[in-house]
């Protein structure tokens, strides 16, 4: 895994975690919700991604 991949997959994992603790705070904001969601989309895809690399060195 590359340090450019580490470190994506940390800040959107920060992120993730971040806005969701915003949302569990009883925050009702829009932002936060979208911006949830696409911290998770991005975490899967790059997750996925990472994956399927490492599948196809091997």
């Known amino acids: 895994m590359s340090k450019i991949t580490l470190l994506l997959i940390g ?3 920060f ?4 806005y969701s603790s915003y949302l569990m705070q009883g ?4 932002y936060y ?3 949830l969601g696409l911290n998770i989309v991005g ?3 790059a997750a996925g991604d990472t994956y399927l690399r490492s599948r ?3």
Request: charged share 15%.
């Open 11 to 13: 800040l959107l994992a």
């Open 43 to 45: 975490l899967i895809i």
């Open 56 to 58: 196809r060195v091997t």
């Open 15 to 18: 992120n993730t975690i971040r």
């Open 27 to 30: 925050s009702d904001s829009l």
């Open 33 to 35: 919700m979208i911006m």
